[in-house]
């Protein structure tokens, strides 16, 4: 994590692309250690939403054309998994995608968006405004302390 957040905005933007894909560490993590390193509140804003909206898209894009096997060897989902959100993905669908952020369970929401062909435009929204909202607390959180 250090030698992303020495790379300053690029290594936010890599780094939260990343932790919404298949990296198991933190974007949350990364602002906040850019931010309190001094990094521009909007722009780490704006660079850790772009990256890790672009990664939880990603996601979605692999669920989208993945074939079981894939998922299972790549992302360590389970059929069962998958099998086990079907019934909240066909309740919620693309409402889910607000959801995305969440540790762990966020990316298999994501995957599970995209192999149940949820609608792509609505989901990407959703996805966008969740993680949004995750970030903008962030960066007015962080300056109180």
Known sequence: ME???????????IGSFLASTIVPFSADALIIGM????????????TALAGNWLGGMT???????????????????????LEKQKEKIDKYGPLLALLAWLPIIGDVF??????????PILSAIFMLIGRAIRFLIWIYIIPLF
């Not at 931010?35 to 704006?46: N, S, V």
């Not at 994501?110 to 609608?119: C, P």
């Open 59 to 81: 996601s979605y894009l692999i669920g989208w054309i993945g074939k079981w096997e894939w998922i299972e060897k790549w992302f360590k989902v389970k059929r069962e998994t």
């Open 35 to 46: 931010l309190i390193a001094g990094g521009k509140p909007w722009i780490c804003f704006t």
């Open 110 to 119: 994501a995957i599970a968006l995209g192999f149940y062909k949820t609608k």
């Open 3 to 13: 030698g992303l957040l020495e790379l300053g905005y690029i290594g936010l933007f």
